[in-house]
């Protein structure tokens, strides 16, 4: 129903900057859009979320400042833009989707991209 399809991954240095894409096709209306993290032998982990129209948007407190998520709604995609990128930012980052905000669930996931941040 909806797939998504991340690219923007990396290797990047400590203080440098990075935008994840992914681009979200099939039923897109109303979806919810999030970005997760998972680092080896750690829990995914909640970095930001936010709908197309820019509403309700949440940050995870060790984000907040640094990274921003925004969408291109005629292209269907939604970025994460990453700043001030910190060794301790390094993980594997999914796009998700809801069908709506009140979901319980994030149902949909992208592949995941590989972000390493080099001190």
């Known amino acids: 129903q909806v797939q998504l399809v991340e690219s923007g991954g990396g290797l990047v240095q400590a203080g440098g900057s990075l935008r994840l894409s992914c681009l979200v096709s099939?039923?897109?209306?109303?979806?919810?859009l999030g970005w997760f993290r998972q680092a080896p032998g750690k829990e995914r982990e909640f970095v930001a979320s936010g709908s197309w129209s820019g509403d309700r948007t949440y940050y995870a407190d060790s984000v907040k400042g640094r990274f921003t998520i925004s969408r291109d709604n005629a292209k269907n995609t939604v970025y994460l833009q990453m700043n001030s990128l910190k060794p301790e930012d390094t993980a594997v980052y999914y796009c998700a989707a809801k069908p709506d905000y009140n979901s319980n669930s994030y149902d949909y996931w992208g592949q995941g991209t590989q972000v390493t941040v080099s001190s």
């Open positions: 099939g039923r897109t209306f109303s979806t919810y």
